[in-house]
């Protein structure tokens, strides 16, 4: 078995991951960074536009921030925007040494000859992020995660396959900047499905604001894409053969960042059972609300996640609740990882053990068991709410869950996530934000400031849920 020992090994090479291994570079800390991407699979932050919004980067005021953070499911993380207070200016300005930027309108976007958002943008600053990492001698391997390595409570390292080999990589902090779990949901615009994050639950880390992910308005959703203004210049809506006027009209006169949950929460609640396509020239698209970011997923304080030696940053950590989300990504993204960096390169070195090891596992997972998942997900999904069809998907979770074989570890720990999503839903009898109850079609005043909680008990194979508030940093995560 090929072993590497390190301080940090960082599981995710999109733009938190990236952007924390280059930090920690800089500070002259040892560090892995773990990619599970191939040229064929580029991640959502390769294909991301990087755009900030310019309140972010230009002001520190208490009032404005909130304005841009409004967070209608009332579940956002309080440390969220005195984050963003303290770290961004310094972050943004470390990565405009390496990026410049040019101001368009309220945003700012990566300097180029068309001064238009460019989807792809994103790779050119990773692909500089990681020469620059290497350069200051951090390593980046490309691998899958099998296995968390806890050892008398606490993570050693991760176990990986790569290059068709089992690796075990031992460190004093394993981060999980993986992504998030939309690609889980049917009709989504990203593949991502979240193991990562049923791998963190299935050693003991607990999960939280699963219910909520960010909807796109329009998408296409026989290629599971979003449609941008390129896409969408001179087409026409239908709605069951006849024109969408109301949808038509409000894409075109809407506030661009309440665009997506105004016509969620006003047109798809009441009207997503009915087809809907878009036509432009010979294109035709099935038209309909589409998946985007996670808001929900590792729950912790200030990074640092209930399973010792664990940290969280990016979309896989829980930040990312507010209504609309155009220019805040990245700069979420880049404050938590700037934070985490900070934390990290003070952290002692762990004695590494040389008797440190892992079964053997398949690090996919199975291409039939996301379809399943996702077609038993739609089946419950929005207007079809139904308590009876979240119970019987529950039950199938830990049914398939209990009949694999210990191999297929990645499978185990996406039956817990999806579970884990379907019970937080479960609990959330209301409509709120994103999330949508049929049988529950209003907000319930009395869950305000509640998330849900999930938790995984290895020994007995079950979920737990909860609703309560959140912790403070005395309490733990």
């Known amino acids: 078995?090929?072993?590497?020992?390190?301080?940090?090994?960082?599981?995710?090479?999109?733009?938190?991951?990236?952007?924390?291994?280059?930090?920690?570079?800089?500070?002259?800390?040892?560090?892995?960074?773990?990619?599970?991407?191939?040229?064929?699979?580029?991640?959502?932050?390769?294909?991301?536009?990087?755009?900030?919004?310019?309140?972010?980067?230009?002001?520190?005021?208490?009032?404005?921030?909130?304005?841009?953070?409004?967070?209608?499911?009332?579940?956002?993380?309080?440390?969220?925007?005195?984050?963003?207070?303290?770290?961004?200016?310094?972050?943004?300005?470390?990565?405009?040494?390496?990026?410049?930027?040019?101001?368009?309108?309220?945003?700012?976007?990566?300097?180029?000859?068309?001064?238009?958002?460019?989807?792809?943008?994103?790779?050119?600053?990773?692909?500089?992020?990681?020469?620059?990492?290497?350069?200051?001698?951090?390593?980046?391997?490309?691998?899958?995660?099998?296995?968390?390595?806890?050892?008398?409570?606490?993570?050693?390292?991760?176990?990986?396959?790569?290059?068709?080999?089992?690796?075990?990589?031992?460190?004093?902090?394993?981060?999980?900047?993986?992504?998030?779990?939309?690609?889980?949901?049917?009709?989504?615009?990203?593949?991502?499905?979240?193991?990562?994050?049923?791998?963190?639950?299935?050693?003991?880390?607990?999960?939280?604001?699963?219910?909520?992910?960010?909807?796109?308005?329009?998408?296409?959703?026989?290629?599971?894409?979003?449609?941008?203004?390129?896409?969408?210049?001179?087409?026409?809506?239908?709605?069951?053969?006849?024109?969408?006027?109301?949808?038509?009209?409000?894409?075109?006169?809407?506030?661009?960042?309440?665009?997506?949950?105004?016509?969620?929460?006003?047109?798809?609640?009441?009207?997503?059972?009915?087809?809907?396509?878009?036509?432009?020239?010979?294109?035709?698209?099935a038209l309909g609300p589409i998946y985007g970011l996670s808001m929900g997923g590792i729950a912790h304080n200030g990074s640092i996640t209930a399973v010792a030696g664990v940290y969280a940053t990016g979309e896989a950590r829980h930040d990312i609740v507010a209504d609309a989300i155009i220019g805040r990504p990245w700069a979420i993204y880049i404050c938590t990882s700037g934070m985490l960096a900070d934390t990290l390169k003070t952290l002692p070195e762990q004695a590494k053990s040389e008797t440190l090891s892992a079964p053997l596992r398949d690090p996919d997972v199975q291409a039939g068991l996301c379809v399943a998942i996702r077609r038993r997900l739609h089946s419950f999904e929005d207007h079809r709410f139904s308590e009876s069809a979240v119970h019987s998907f529950v039950e199938w979770c830990g049914r398939t869950r209990r009949e694999l074989p210990d191999a297929q570890n990645s499978d185990s720990a996406l039956l817990i996530l999806a579970e884990s999503y379907a019970r937080s839903a479960l609990l959330r009898r209301e409509s709120r934000g994103y999330f949508y109850r049929a049988d529950f079609p209003t907000t319930d005043p009395s869950l305000s400031q509640l998330r849900t909680f999930v938790r995984y008990d290895r020994a007995d194979d079950t979920v737990h849920a909860e609703l309560r508030p959140h912790r403070s940093a005395d309490e733990g995560p």
């Not at 200051?136 to 080999?165: M, N, P, W």
Request: hydrophobic share 40%; glycine share 10%; with cysteine.
């Open 1 to 285: 078995m090929n072993r590497i020992l390190t301080h940090t090994v960082v599981v995710g090479a999109g733009i938190a991951g990236s952007w924390l291994a280059y930090r920690l570079a800089q500070y002259g800390v040892p560090v892995v960074l773990l990619s599970a991407a191939h040229h064929d699979t580029p991640t959502v932050s390769l294909r991301a536009a990087t755009v900030f919004d310019r309140r972010l980067v230009e002001t520190a005021d208490r009032d404005e921030l909130a304005q841009v953070f409004v967070d209608e499911t009332a579940t956002q993380h309080p440390e969220l925007q005195p984050m963003m207070r303290s770290y961004l200016h310094r972050e943004f300005a470390e990565l405009s040494k390496l990026v410049p930027f040019q101001t368009l309108e309220t945003m700012l976007i990566p300097h180029h000859p068309v001064p238009f958002p460019r989807l792809g943008a994103g790779g050119e600053v990773i692909a500089l992020l990681h020469q620059q990492i290497r350069a200051l001698g951090g390593q980046i391997i490309t691998g899958r995660v099998t296995d968390l390595l806890v050892e008398d409570g606490v993570c050693r390292g991760v176990s990986c396959v790569h290059a068709g080999e089992q690796l075990v990589i031992q460190s004093s902090a394993v981060v999980i900047a993986s992504g998030g779990y939309a690609g889980l949901m049917p009709h989504s615009h990203t593949p991502n499905s979240g193991s990562m994050l049923g791998l963190f639950a299935s050693v003991g880390g607990e999960l939280t604001n699963l219910e909520f992910s960010q909807r796109h308005a329009l998408g296409d959703l026989t290629a599971g894409r979003v449609l941008y203004p390129p896409d969408l210049a001179g087409a026409q809506f239908y709605r069951a053969g006849q024109r969408a006027v109301w949808l038509e009209r409000a894409y075109a006169t809407m506030n661009e960042e309440r665009r997506d949950l105004e016509i969620f929460q006003q047109y798809w609640r009441s009207n997503g059972q009915v087809s809907h396509t878009l036509e432009r020239g010979d294109e035709n698209y």
